[in-house]
């Protein structure tokens, strides 16, 4: 008769120290140079910096290596991504415009004389 293996269950979650942060795990591995680097990117929003400078690597790419063409794309593609990523709605940015776009209908109300509910006023 054939042994039936039994595995134990894995936990989903990994053990944290007290008082570690999600970051604090490649904090050890770097110099004291690049940990104050680091809590400076961490306070960084969006990706401007980092598009700015994958253009200037595109640029770069085409000046140092013109005939490496497959170089470039990959670069160009990573930009593509980036930007497409920049402009996805984030859900702080839906609930902005949400309330902004309230906003606009119930002045379109007013000024076509409905209500709240979007009755017509009675005066």
Same mark, same amino acid.
């Given at each position: 008769?054939?042994?039936?293996?039994?595995?134990?269950?894995?936990?989903?979650? !990994?053990?944290?120290? /007290?008082? @570690?942060?999600? #970051?604090?795990?490649? %904090?050890? =591995? *770097?110099?004291?140079?690049?940990?104050? !680097?680091?809590?400076? /990117?961490? @306070?960084?929003? #969006?990706?401007?910096? %980092?598009? =700015? *400078?994958?253009?200037?690597?595109?640029?770069?790419?085409?000046?140092?290596?013109?005939?490496?063409?497959?170089?470039?794309?990959?670069? *160009?593609?990573?930009?593509?991504?980036?930007?497409?990523?920049?402009?996805?709605?984030?859900?702080?940015?839906?609930?902005?415009?949400?309330?902004?776009?309230?906003?606009?209908?119930?002045?379109?109300?007013?000024?076509?004389?409905?209500?709240?509910?979007?009755?017509?006023?009675?005066?």
């Amino acid at each position: 008769m054939p042994k039936t293996i039994v595995r134990p269950k894995r936990s989903k979650q !990994l053990p944290v120290a /007290a008082g @570690d942060r999600a #970051g604090d795990f490649y %904090e050890a =591995a *770097l110099g004291e140079t690049e940990r104050l !680097l680091l809590e400076q /990117a961490r @306070d960084q929003r #969006g990706l401007a910096e %980092e598009m =700015a *400078l994958l253009r200037l690597k595109l640029r770069a790419s085409a000046e140092e290596h013109p005939e490496d063409l497959t170089r470039f794309l990959r670069l *160009l593609e990573l930009l593509t991504r980036m930007v497409a990523t920049q402009y996805r709605v984030s859900k702080e940015a839906e609930g902005d415009l949400a309330a902004s776009l309230a906003g606009v209908l119930k002045g379109v109300g007013g000024v076509l004389g409905l209500g709240e509910d979007g009755d017509a006023a009675t005066s």
